[in-house]
């Protein structure tokens, strides 16, 4: 599929892998919907797309909430006429150990990585069915594949989304509709940075075989090769520096 000209409706994306992949859509000619619950920043990142030449508009939603994604791509089609592509990448994750992980920081893990994924794929793809198919990326994680000790919610709702886009992916071929998902390695963003993670940080480097952290550019550029590649569907890409290889 050719970008140019595509409406592209990216969640999260007022930082890190999201900002990255919505001005990479924008820079391939397409009309970017920067969607995040971020007011602040995803009206920056709006802005600096804009500024670059590209078609853009915020929408301020907390896909979490089914209300708020029907907007979302309410608003796309209302600006642009249509959903091509959508990436389902807004998430979060919650440290801690199982025993002590309320109902509440684990149920907010879910409803933002996994229900975020059912609301924009169901939304987008009523969008899809109309004008004849598009293109599903959801951001999974090697915490989709892998264990990690501390990251109970976060590993079941990575998991979820491995299974979720190929049921999509399975349940759509037929449409036209294409579904993978992108599972990043530890990746420099909002949520991971040495900043924020102090001496743990070193411990994470050294897990990838590679030598350091992924950039969100490199996670971009992953989504855009499963929109351009016709023939990918049902599966996740692992972007990881050779994480999970070991
Ligand atoms: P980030 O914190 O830089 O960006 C996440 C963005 O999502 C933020 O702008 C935030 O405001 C937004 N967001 C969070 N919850 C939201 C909600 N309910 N509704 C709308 N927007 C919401 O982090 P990132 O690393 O760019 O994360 C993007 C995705 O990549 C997430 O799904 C994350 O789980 C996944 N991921 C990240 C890494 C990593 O190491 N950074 C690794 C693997 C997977």
Do not use: C, W
Request: aromatic share 8%; glycine share 10%; hydrophobic share 45%.
């Amino acid at each position: 599929m050719e970008i140019s000209d595509k409406v592209a409706v990216i969640t999260g994306a007022a930082s890190g892998i999201g900002l990255a992949t919505a001005k990479l859509l924008a820079e391939k000619g397409a009309k970017v919907v920067v969607a995040d619950y971020n007011n602040e920043a995803g009206e920056a990142a709006k802005q600096e797309i804009a500024n670059s030449g590209a078609e853009a508009i915020f929408v301020d939603a907390d896909v979490s909430k089914e209300e708020d994604v029907k907007k979302m791509i309410r608003s796309a089609v209302e600006q642009f006429g249509q959903v091509d592509i959508i990436f389902n990448n807004a998430g979060i994750g919650v440290q801690g150990m199982t025993h002590e992980l309320s109902y509440e920081d684990y149920h907010k893990v879910i409803a933002i990585n996994q229900d975020g994924v059912f609301f924009g794929s169901k939304y987008a793809v009523q969008e899809m069915l109309k004008t004849g198919g598009g293109v599903i990326i959801n951001t999974a994680s090697i915490l989709g594949s892998v264990g990690e000790p501390t990251a109970f919610a976060y590993n079941a709702s990575k998991g979820a989304v491995n299974l979720m886009t190929k049921s999509l992916a399975l349940q759509y071929a037929k449409d036209n509709i294409r579904v993978n998902a992108i599972a990043p390695g530890y990746v420099e963003s909002g949520m991971v940075n040495k900043e924020s993670l102090g001496d743990y940080y070193d411990g994470l480097v050294a897990k990838h075989p590679i030598g350091r952290l992924g950039r969100p550019e490199e996670i971009a550029s992953a989504v855009a090769f499963v929109v351009e590649n016709d023939f990918v569907t049902g599966t996740t890409i692992m972007v990881d520096g050779g994480y999970t290889a070991q």
